[in-house]
């Protein structure tokens, strides 16, 4: 079924391209998937701060930027893009989304979700681009995932972040959650590197 899948995303993405070089032709190609590069992270930098045990998580983005992430303004099937409070840099950047408890299954991490919350890095391990939370059917994917939009990396949220379609080497660090005061933190650092690693792993 997941082969299904992956197979009509290439189809459906190789059609797409196929169309788009009709109707413009292979130089103008570039210059269409340039607006998909913008999001790309700033290159350069390697440290961050490490994320800890307690650290509140605060939105990233949107009108609430800053605020901290109470337990209940994220239903299910809803998602934002988050940091650690008082460590906002990109590295730190981070997928949270909230999804029946139920649906969750290994390799994810069970004991790092908390309340039906789970957390992933939101840096591609391709090349560093901001993933994005898709709850509903995008493709020939008809569940949550998350996809990164330079170069159409999928991957399952339910099953720990593993890639199922596109160049990404290796799944999205996940970051252990806990509650604290109604709000959403930390439990510790991610579980593995951020982003893309020397040698494309
Ligand atoms: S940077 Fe995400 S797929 Fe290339």
């Known amino acids: 079924m997941a082969d299904k899948k992956i197979r009509d995303f290439y189809t459906t993405r190789r059609k797409i391209l196929k169309g788009m070089l009709g109707a413009a032709g292979a130089g103008a190609l570039g210059c269409m998937l340039v607006p998909f590069g913008t999001i790309k992270a700033p290159s350069g930098k390697k440290g961050r701060q490490k994320i800890a ?18 337990v209940s303004d994220l239903a299910i099937n809803k ?28 390799p994810t991490k069970i004991n790092y979700t ?3 919350f ?7 391990t391709h090349m560093g681009c901001t993933v994005e939370w898709y709850p509903e ?9 998350l996809f990164c939009p330079c170069h159409q990396s999928v991957f399952d949220v339910f099953h720990g972040a593993k890639v199922l379609a596109g160049p990404a080497p290796r799944p999205l660090p996940q970051l252990p959650l806990m509650i604290s005061g109604g709000v959403i933190a930390a439990a510790g650092d991610f579980d593995g590197p951020i982003g893309p690693q020397p040698g494309g792993k």
């Not at 045990?53 to 109470?70: M, Q």
């Open 53 to 70: 045990k307690g650290d509140r998580l605060v939105y990233a983005v949107g009108p609430n930027a800053g605020k901290e992430i109470k």
């Open 137 to 145: 059917k995008q493709f020939s994917f008809d569940f949550p995932h």
């Open 118 to 124: 789970c957390a992933y890095s939101a840096i591609c």
């Open 79 to 106: 998602g934002t893009l988050a940091f650690p409070k008082g460590k906002e840099e990109h590295n730190n950047l981070i997928l949270l989304f909230r999804a029946k408890e139920s649906e969750f299954q290994k």
């Open 114 to 116: 908390v309340d039906g």
